[in-house]
């Protein structure tokens, strides 16, 4: 365990976690204009109507299968009577699944963003920075599942590598601030490197697109078609100055 | 038992439309010369038969806009239940790309001053204002303006379905009309029903519908769920923007900036008072054609006391009552039944209502060398000019021609009646009575449609926002409005009433004038406050 792993895995969920809190209650509150998907759906439809349903349905697959690996320890699954053995099958053959719709869709949404001509000219300098993170994790997890966990191209792992023994067991000791390093530094360095930029990603959120996640708008199946809304007094006409811009009073 | 709601309204007299495009020009120069919004035009201008702004909006087998009738008898979403549409969040199946309304474009101008010595003239070339880049352009918003290329593109129309035989594009034979359209603010929108995150909502005290910039999370379905497509989205700022009706202008008493600059004063903008428990029943009735009928039915009027009862319990002020009492939308609307909704068939209940033109009948009478100021010749050309009564019908009445023969025979009568006012004969009355009006009728309708004084086109009565006015105004004292004891100060020339400078409204503007006329005012150079 050294001092960089220390602080990989100790220190920096924290200070990302602190960023991603305030981050966000920042971008709610100053930035609710910008707090958008930003669709480029306008400029180019076809590709993305293959591409976005394929990334989005397939990430969401996915973190259906890192909330069940790592935040319900291996002792539950196997009090409802699923052994380790099933759970890495299924885990595998769920991982491989989604993997590969997440594979598919967003080599075709970065395809499209680098060759429309319009796609690109609307990408940020948020947005690529965001996409180097998002990319590189997805690829190590994409690694993880398939040549380590599936195929064991390191003659390593024979029966995968046993996650829910470790990396999960960091994982939850983050959250009652008794972070276990030692847990995490026993996961091959791709496992590790995976976790690091997972980590970033969620300092990332509150300032790129990706805060969009949190406005998946699940109150629309419950609530009456039409809106009504009253005229708010404070908005209408003109609006009272900010402070220190107020009028010089005429007498 | 109903519930009283007012609702701001406008009615275009597409007679008048000369298709100038100044209400477009000076609504984008108001609204929409921003980035992210290039092309979009809250006022679009179209002339019909054409294709429309963006192509073809109006075919809802292709982009599944408005509501439509279950077989049960139940209102749903052309495109789907709830669910069905949250699963397809990801990537909407029905939104216009930015080819279908057309891609913005400027002029590299500067080529024209800059370009160095040469044998021939520089040229500005066309610019994409998405890309930046050279471009070809191929379609705009207007593309087809006075039946420009529709000789090739004119058979594409949705609206000449069931008259597709009938409408030939050669010049000679050709009629056309424009069609001037903003947002409808529908009694039962569509756009607002479509939207996930519950930004887009409808105002309690106007109707205005209006998008929530701060909610608004930019999944589009408010634009496919449109079936007018007065829902564009902000490819900037990822919002949805549509027409405001120019709110800050109505709640201090102001038309709408493409009403104020018409050219043709064809516009005309008042209170409806209607029914809010009866929309949801009259957009449900059986059969599209009922629906013109339903519409007027849920509109209540304004001067029976049980109505302005029941207004009053529902706290609507006396000053909006009396607005409703004048409405010119509400007496073209429902009193003389001139004014038809557009697309009824949407089953949206829209609050902007279009008297049909007359002249493409009285063109095509002039033409043949009638007269064709005669009411016989007119009742008989109606009669026979079958195409653009069949198009205008598909139009604003869901193919009911009868509804549309009726309205064109009533401005036939108006204007044949109105010929022997003129020419200083003796009025025929049998004129007014062929189409079940007095001669009186017709000549209030005259001064209405015709004369069209300002006043008498425009009566909004300005929002209730006492006490947020009073935040805005700096000189203003808290015992300082109307009737107040604090009202106006008292100064050695008389009462001067502090004037406003961050609203200044038609109705403030008159009763100045006005207070100005009777009011003997200083020479110059006297002792003013």
């Given at each position: 365990?050294t001092?960089?792993q220390?602080f990989a895995f100790?220190?920096?969920?924290?200070?990302?976690?602190?960023?991603?809190?305030?981050g966000?209650?920042?971008?709610?509150?100053y930035?609710?204009?910008?707090w958008?998907?930003?669709s480029?759906q306008?400029?180019?439809?076809r590709?993305?109507?293959i591409g976005?349903?394929?990334?989005?349905?397939?990430i969401?697959l996915?973190?259906a299968?890192?909330?069940l690996?790592l935040?319900v320890p291996?002792?539950?699954?196997e009090?409802?009577?699923?052994?380790e053995?099933?759970?890495?099958v299924a885990?595998?053959t769920?991982g491989?699944?989604?993997?590969?719709?997440?594979a598919?869709?967003?080599?075709i949404?970065?395809?499209r963003?680098?060759?429309?001509?319009?796609v690109?000219?609307v990408?940020t300098r948020?947005?690529k920075?965001m996409?180097?993170v998002?990319?590189g994790t997805i690829?190590?997890?994409?690694?993880?599942?398939?040549?380590i966990?599936?195929?064991?191209?390191t003659g390593e792992?024979?029966?995968g590598f046993n996650?829910?023994?470790?990396v999960a067991?960091w994982f939850r000791s983050?959250?009652?601030f008794q972070?276990d390093?030692a847990a995490?530094t026993?996961?091959?360095?791709?496992f590790q490197?995976?976790a690091?930029?997972s980590?970033?990603?969620?300092?990332?959120?509150?300032f790129?697109?990706?805060?969009?996640?949190?406005?998946?708008?699940?109150?629309y199946?419950?609530?009456p078609y039409?809106?009504?809304r009253s005229?708010?007094?404070?908005?209408a006409?003109?609006?009272?100055?900010?402070?220190?811009?107020e009028?010089?009073?005429?007498s | 038992?109903?519930?009283?709601?007012?609702?701001v309204?406008?009615?275009?007299?597409?007679?008048k439309c000369i298709?100038?495009?100044?209400?477009s020009v000076?609504?984008k120069?108001?609204?929409?010369?921003?980035?992210?919004?290039e092309?979009v035009w809250?006022?679009?201008?179209?002339t019909r038969?054409?294709?429309g702004y963006p192509?073809r909006?109006?075919d809802?087998?292709?982009?599944?806009?408005?509501?439509?009738?279950t077989?049960?008898?139940?209102l749903?979403l052309?495109?789907?239940?709830r669910?069905?549409?949250l699963?397809q969040?990801f990537?909407?199946?029905k939104?216009?790309?930015?080819?279908d309304?057309?891609e913005?474009?400027?002029y590299d101008?500067?080529?024209?001053i800059s370009?160095?010595p040469m044998?021939?003239t520089?040229?500005?070339r066309?610019?994409?204002m998405?890309t930046g880049k050279d471009?070809?352009i191929?379609w705009?918003?207007?593309w087809?303006?006075?039946l420009?290329g529709?000789?090739?593109t004119?058979?594409?129309?949705?609206?000449?379905k069931?008259?597709?035989d009938q409408v030939?594009?050669e010049f000679?034979?050709?009629f056309?009309f424009?069609?001037p359209?903003?947002?409808?603010h529908?009694l039962?929108p569509s756009?607002?029903a479509?939207?996930?995150s519950g930004?887009?909502?409808?105002?309690?005290?106007d109707?205005?519908?209006?998008?929530?910039?701060d909610r608004?999370r930019?999944?589009?379905?408010?634009?496919s769920g449109c079936?007018?497509k007065?829902?564009y989205?902000?490819?900037?700022t990822?919002k949805a923007?549509?027409?405001t009706?120019?709110?800050p202008r109505l709640?201090v008493g102001q038309p709408?900036?493409c009403?104020?600059t018409c050219?043709?004063r064809l516009r005309y903008?008042?209170l409806?008072?209607?029914?809010?428990?009866r929309?949801?029943?009259?957009?449900s009735v059986e059969k599209d054609?009922?629906?013109?009928?339903?519409?007027l039915d849920?509109?209540?009027?304004?001067?029976?006391p049980?109505?302005?009862?029941?207004?009053r319990?529902?706290?609507?002020?006396e000053?909006?009552?009396e607005?409703?009492?004048?409405s010119?939308?509400?007496?073209?609307?429902?009193k003389?039944?001139?004014a038809?909704?557009?697309?009824?068939?949407?089953?949206?209940m829209?609050?902007?209502?279009y008297?049909?033109?007359l002249?493409?009948?009285?063109?095509?009478?002039?033409?043949?060398?009638?007269d064709?100021?005669d009411a016989g010749n007119l009742f008989?050309?109606i009669?026979a000019l079958?195409?653009p009564?069949?198009?205008?019908a598909?139009?604003?009445?869901?193919?009911?021609t009868?509804?549309?023969?009726?309205?064109?025979?009533?401005?036939?009568a108006?204007r044949?009646y109105?010929?022997?006012?003129?020419?200083?004969?003796d009025t025929?009355?049998?004129?007014?009575?062929a189409?079940g009006?007095?001669?009186e009728d017709?000549?209030?309708?005259?001064?209405?449609?015709a004369?069209a004084k300002y006043?008498?086109?425009?009566v909004?009565?300005a929002?209730?926002?006492?006490?947020?006015s009073?935040?805005e105004?700096?000189p203003?004292c808290s015992l300082d409005?109307?009737?107040?004891?604090?009202?106006?100060?008292t100064?050695?020339?008389?009462?001067?009433?502090?004037v406003?400078?961050?609203i200044?409204?038609?109705?403030?503007t008159?009763?100045r004038a006005l207070?100005a006329?009777?009011a003997?005012?200083p020479e110059a150079?006297?002792?003013?406050a």
């Amino acid at each position: 365990m050294t001092a960089l792993q220390n602080f990989a895995f100790g220190v920096v969920p924290y200070i990302a976690g602190a960023v991603f809190l305030v981050g966000m209650y920042w971008r709610y509150r100053y930035d609710a204009y910008g707090w958008t998907t930003r669709s480029s759906q306008m400029y180019e439809s076809r590709l993305l109507r293959i591409g976005s349903p394929l990334f989005h349905v397939g990430i969401l697959l996915a973190l259906a299968g890192h909330v069940l690996g790592l935040l319900v320890p291996a002792s539950w699954t196997e009090a409802v009577g699923v052994s380790e053995h099933v759970y890495h099958v299924a885990a595998v053959t769920f991982g491989v699944i989604a993997g590969l719709m997440v594979a598919v869709g967003l080599s075709i949404l970065i395809y499209r963003r680098r060759t429309v001509g319009r796609v690109f000219q609307v990408t940020t300098r948020m947005d690529k920075i965001m996409y180097v993170v998002l990319v590189g994790t997805i690829v190590l997890g994409l690694f993880n599942t398939f040549a380590i966990n599936w195929l064991n191209i390191t003659g390593e792992f024979p029966d995968g590598f046993n996650y829910r023994d470790s990396v999960a067991i960091w994982f939850r000791s983050l959250f009652v601030f008794q972070p276990d390093v030692a847990a995490m530094t026993v996961a091959p360095p791709s496992f590790q490197l995976h976790a690091v930029l997972s980590v970033l990603l969620v300092a990332l959120i509150p300032f790129t697109r990706l805060v969009h996640i949190f406005s998946a708008p699940l109150g629309y199946v419950a609530r009456p078609y039409l809106v009504y809304r009253s005229r708010d007094p404070q908005q209408a006409g003109a609006r009272d100055p900010r402070r220190g811009w107020e009028p010089v009073r005429r007498s | 038992m109903t519930r009283v709601m007012a609702q701001v309204g406008m009615v275009m007299n597409l007679d008048k439309c000369i298709g100038c495009h100044t209400c477009s020009v000076t609504c984008k120069q108001t609204w929409t010369n921003r980035r992210g919004v290039e092309y979009v035009w809250f006022n679009n201008v179209e002339t019909r038969p054409g294709l429309g702004y963006p192509r073809r909006y109006e075919d809802q087998e292709e982009w599944k806009g408005g509501w439509r009738r279950t077989k049960r008898g139940k209102l749903a979403l052309r495109s789907g239940s709830r669910w069905h549409r949250l699963t397809q969040i990801f990537s909407n199946p029905k939104l216009p790309g930015i080819d279908d309304y057309y891609e913005p474009w400027t002029y590299d101008y500067d080529t024209l001053i800059s370009a160095p010595p040469m044998d021939t003239t520089p040229v500005a070339r066309p610019k994409s204002m998405i890309t930046g880049k050279d471009m070809d352009i191929r379609w705009g918003a207007n593309w087809d303006d006075d039946l420009g290329g529709t000789a090739e593109t004119g058979h594409a129309d949705p609206m000449l379905k069931g008259i597709e035989d009938q409408v030939s594009f050669e010049f000679e034979k050709a009629f056309m009309f424009y069609l001037p359209r903003i947002c409808e603010h529908c009694l039962n929108p569509s756009c607002v029903a479509s939207c996930p995150s519950g930004a887009m909502y409808k105002r309690t005290e106007d109707g205005i519908v209006l998008v929530d910039q701060d909610r608004c999370r930019g999944w589009r379905m408010c634009v496919s769920g449109c079936p007018y497509k007065k829902v564009y989205f902000n490819h900037r700022t990822g919002k949805a923007e549509k027409c405001t009706l120019c709110y800050p202008r109505l709640e201090v008493g102001q038309p709408t900036v493409c009403a104020e600059t018409c050219v043709g004063r064809l516009r005309y903008i008042g209170l409806f008072l209607y029914d809010a428990d009866r929309v949801l029943a009259a957009a449900s009735v059986e059969k599209d054609t009922d629906l013109y009928e339903a519409q007027l039915d849920v509109l209540l009027d304004p001067n029976d006391p049980e109505v302005i009862e029941q207004a009053r319990r529902d706290g609507i002020a006396e000053d909006w009552i009396e607005a409703a009492q004048k409405s010119p939308v509400y007496t073209l609307a429902k009193k003389y039944r001139m004014a038809l909704p557009l697309h009824p068939e949407y089953r949206t209940m829209p609050m902007v209502w279009y008297i049909p033109p007359l002249s493409p009948v009285v063109d095509a009478l002039k033409n043949s060398g009638h007269d064709a100021e005669d009411a016989g010749n007119l009742f008989g050309a109606i009669d026979a000019l079958r195409i653009p009564v069949g198009y205008l019908a598909n139009l604003l009445t869901a193919g009911d021609t009868d509804v549309v023969d009726g309205v064109l025979r009533r401005l036939a009568a108006m204007r044949s009646y109105m010929r022997d006012i003129n020419l200083g004969r003796d009025t025929d009355e049998s004129i007014a009575e062929a189409v079940g009006m007095t001669g009186e009728d017709l000549y209030d309708m005259y001064r209405l449609l015709a004369i069209a004084k300002y006043e008498h086109r425009y009566v909004i009565p300005a929002a209730h926002q006492e006490a947020a006015s009073a935040l805005e105004e700096a000189p203003g004292c808290s015992l300082d409005f109307e009737g107040g004891p604090g009202m106006g100060q008292t100064t050695a020339v008389g009462e001067v009433r502090p004037v406003p400078v961050s609203i200044e409204s038609f109705h403030l503007t008159k009763q100045r004038a006005l207070a100005a006329e009777h009011a003997e005012l200083p020479e110059a150079g006297g002792d003013r406050a």
